[in-house]
């Protein structure tokens, strides 16, 4: 299986074929997903002890299991954060699977890791974080936040009054689940500050206060929130910058989904503060335009990471040998074997340069500026409240939950857009409504207006 013969030939250049299709297409056909029992009926079983051939297995993906999904990149997919990879960051995607790269160390990977540190050093020049700081590409904002959490729970624990005790993070309610998730994988409990709206100093102050001071001394971070994925919600990202640097806590800011706004002009004043913090979460594959998975995490002072997530092991001393010296990206997140996860940000990047990346992220929010002043005139529906970032929470005039429910079906059964419900806490009740998220900078606004017209 791996020889070079005529029918690998044939089945890269179908390959080939089907992929140049499919990346030339702004309008992909919007799939839908099917039971299990239903797809094994079209399908059957593909894996057996002699196999079923190229050509068939790439006949049942192309022409039955593909059509059970959702492009993301579907101008109207506007549910959860879609995404919208350049196309050379497809291509690039496949150039870096085909060069077999391993991103660990730089002794093995040193060309591509050097590619993933360009792209890097822009990201970090768009936090405004002090000279020094640096990141590493993961596989998203999990990863991230997982990396960032270790890295200030194992800092916090140099104190010697702080070994063997379970520390304590603080987060906001509409904190990204899997801040909290990850918590429960470091085995440190989570404050939540119960707030809907931007999280402050004084929402952190008035929880932690009326904790008791042996549990006070247990807090070691606070995560703020640079654009909630529900809402595109920002914190006061410099009140709680103060609140940590008083309080000598890791202030660590989830952006996975706001981050990309730091690339435009228009709202980088909504981001005042991210430049204090000690790390930051932001994945290129939400609203920079990478295609899955490439987040990334950037630290005020990467040797405290390295210092947590090192590796030790005798298979790798040679990486530690002075003819293998590089930046190793498993010194800093929780990954040892790794892909150059960063190489088709980087090749966009290079081929397109950052003014693009700008007016890409900028379309984001003029969509969602567009589609807010729509449903303002419209009769049937209303804003929840003003639209942030490229987030727009709107509801149907009348409508239950069951009526968005069947809504989204309804339309996901036509192939026509994937726009989901959500809920939000309005005027002290927790309240089902639309949502929209705007990435793809195809997206129009006769999309927008279709799809509105749906709810009539």
Sequence with gaps: MHNIDINVVDMTLDIMKYVLGRITKTNPELGKPMKEEDLRALVGETINEKGIGGEKAFALFKDVLVKATIPIDHPRHLAFVPAAPTRASILFDL???????????????????????????????????????????????????LSAMVTAREHWRKDPKNLNKKGIMVTSSGAHSSVKSMAKVIDAEVLLVPTETAMTSRDIENVVSKLSAEAQERVFAVVATGGTTNAGIIDDLAGVATYCENHHLWFHVDAAYGGGALAAPSVRNLFVG???????????????????????????????????????????????????????????????????????????????????????????????????????????????????????????????????????????????????????????????????????????????????????
């Design 95 to 145: 150039v870096t699977a085909a060069s077999s790269i391993h991103g660990a160390y730089w002794m093995e990977g040193a060309g591509g890791i050097y590619c993933e540190n360009e792209a890097m050093e822009w990201l970090v020049s768009l936090t405004g974080l002090p000279k020094g700081a640096f990141g590493v590409f993961t596989s998203g904002g999990t990863a991230a936040n």
């Design 274 to 456: 991210i430049e204090r913090a000690d790390s930051i979460t932001i994945d290129p594959h939400k609203w920079l335009f990478s295609p899955y998975d490439c987040g990334a995490i950037i630290y005020k002072k990467p040797e405290l990471a390295r210092a947590a997530h090192s590796q030790e092991g005798s298979y790798l001393d040679i990486f530690k040998d002075e003819g293998a010296a590089g930046f190793n990206p498993s010194d800093y997140q929780i990954q040892l074997t790794r892909r150059v996860r960063g190489l088709p940000l980087w090749f966009s990047l290079a081929m397109h340069g950052t003014a693009k990346y700008e007016w890409a992220v900028e379309q984001g929010i003029l969509l969602a500026k567009l589609a807010a002043q729509k449903i303002t005139e419209a009769p049937h529906v209303e804003m929840v409240i003003p639209e942030n970032l490229s987030c727009v929470l709107f509801r149907r005039k009348g409508w239950t939950p069951e009526d968005y429910r069947e809504w989204t079906y309804k339309n996901l059964e036509k192939k026509f857009a994937l726009v989901t419900p959500t809920k939000f806490k309005h005027q002290g009740t927790m309240e089902t409504v639309a949502r929209f998220c705007f990435i793809n900078p195809d997206t129009t606004l006769k999309d927008i207006t279709d799809i509105l017209d749906t709810m009539k």
